[in-house]
């Protein structure tokens, strides 16, 4: 897959999130493609939906015949930590990649960070 069809596809995704997280309820594939701004074959709108419900992104339910979605994730904050999780128990080598990705963060993302592990170790708190 070449980077320019990634990226399309990625905001593609992006755009189709944007309009569940909006939505009251869950949306069938017709009624989320109507709902986008671009407009796009009902079939590229079915398609990316099954591959965010595979990627664990959308939950789906029964109607009629086909399926209706709503997002598995609250926003794009609990999105991006999603992907994070993911990508971190891909590999083989946890702390390596906990260390790079803390060797990259900025002044003012350390402070946030150690905040949280600091809530996160309080008594009552998951550790």
Do not use: C, N
């Not at 083989?92 to 350390?110: C, N, W």
Request: no cysteine; hydrophobic share 45%.
């Amino acid at each position: 897959m070449t980077e320019d069809i990634r990226r399309q596809a990625g905001e593609l995704e992006a755009a189709v999130l944007v309009v569940l997280w909006a939505a009251d309820r869950p949306l069938t594939p017709p009624e989320v493609q109507a709902a986008l701004t671009e407009p796009l074959a009902r079939t590229t709108v079915a398609t990316t939906l099954a591959r965010l419900h595979a990627k664990g992104t959308l939950d789906r339910v029964r109607a009629g015949r086909a399926y209706a979605y709503s997002p598995a994730v609250e926003d794009r904050a609990a999105l991006a930590a999603q992907r994070m999780h993911t990508e971190l128990d891909k590999g083989d080598d946890r702390q390596g990649v906990l260390a790079r990705f803390v060797s990259r963060l900025t002044s003012a993302d350390e402070v946030v960070l150690r905040e949280l592990l600091e809530q996160a170790a309080e008594p009552g708190e998951r550790s």
